[in-house]
């Protein structure tokens, strides 16, 4: 039989695997993800809420430092910047451990979780009496850019190892 003349047929691939619907590893991989994504999401959400706090804390104490650049009244900026490093402890730590402290017992508290002391023995010291002075001779004696540089180390810096 001459081999020409038997009778072939063209060959015949099967028809392509089609991506959908999808292997159960592929599904899986996908919720893996997924899963990871909103966790991810989610964590970021926290932090970023935790330190609302401190954010909205450091604009206002950029506002109270303009605020004194225009009325150049140290007692009044003293009084913003005690007021607003009260209230921003409050947001972080429990009102019961906060809000009764007073003078040396409340700079000690600062100085909580802070690399050095910049409250009770450095210019933020001056949180303590400087509401309380006369306006007129305030100024003089007093390390306004040290307090206001202890301040914001202060709200820059987590209390309790919070993020």
Known sequence: MDPTQIPLRGL?????????????????LIAIVVVALVLLLRSWMR?????????HALKQLEH??????EHRNPAKLGIEVSELLRRTMLAYAPRADVAGLTGDAWL?????????SRFRQGAGRELI??????PETAGADVDLDGMLAAV???LRTPVGGQA
């Open 12 to 28: 015949h691939f099967p028809a392509a695997i089609s991506w959908w619907p999808l292997a159960p590893g592929w599904w899986l």
């Open 47 to 55: 932090r970023r809420t935790r330190a609302a706090a401190r954010r």
């Open 64 to 69: 109270a430092t303009l605020a004194y650049v």
């Open 108 to 116: 000690e508290w600062l100085d909580r979780d802070l690399p050095a």
């Open 129 to 134: 009496d400087l509401p309380y002075r006369d």
């Open 152 to 154: 914001r180390e202060r």
